[in-house]
């Protein structure tokens, strides 16, 4: 088992503190996605869409890695072979727990300008007057892929997906695609499967393996597990 490619969505962030967007109570019960996740929401009201934006950069900051996270980054750093860590997450605990990450959905850590496509840092509150540091217009917004949009670095994933060995999916739904397909393109290429989540997901019948309860505990022991070569 040499080559391993690692999904990760809301749930693994979840034990942090961070709500999830479709459990119970979740961000997108008390938000409506056409309000705040779209390009025409951004174009219609860009200060709603910032507060929403700016609210969740400000819990992320101050969220801490769980184990999950911690234990991810272990893998990384002592698996012999290769793994790609994508994450769905905006929130950058990730990297704070040390890991190396893709996020195909950006970064709230991010702002973009949309006139020229410059990325720079984005300050802690984010605001339709800010200007480009590059090109001096005021199209600027949150690194963020939104609904319609198309996710970042599908090239390299797909890539990597056809090529692996081990495709492990935590803590997502399967509702959203390209990502919830990114299980079939892996078994297609032969590829075993292992889903970790609190429960069955709408993707669940597509995995070989299931492993269910919370992250911090199941991703922890699943991570031991490969590496003492269980
Ligand atoms: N441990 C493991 N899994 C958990 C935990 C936990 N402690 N808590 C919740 N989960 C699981 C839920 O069972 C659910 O399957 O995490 C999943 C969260 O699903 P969603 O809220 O739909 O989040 P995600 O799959 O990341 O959403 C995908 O949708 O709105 C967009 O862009 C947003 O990146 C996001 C994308």
Redesign the pocket.
Known sequence: MDTIVILT????S??SGLG????EG???AQHR?EDV?TPEAFARNPTLVHQFYNARRRQARAAEPNA?HVALARLQANWPGQTLLVT???DGLHEKAGAEVLHM?GALAGALCAACDHRWDAPETMSETDTCPACDTSHTRPDI?W?GEMPYHMEHILEALHGCDLFVA???????YP?AGFVEEARMAGAATVE????D?DMSHAFDTHIV????Q?VPRWVEDMLSGK
Request: proline share 2%; no cysteine.
């Open positions: 969505g809301a749930g693994i979840a034990e999830t967007f479709r459990d979740g961000l997108w996605i996740a999950a769905q997450n905006v959905h892929v609904f935590i803590g997502t739904s399967g509702q959203v990502a970790l989540n609190l429960r997901s309860g919370p992250a911090s199941t």
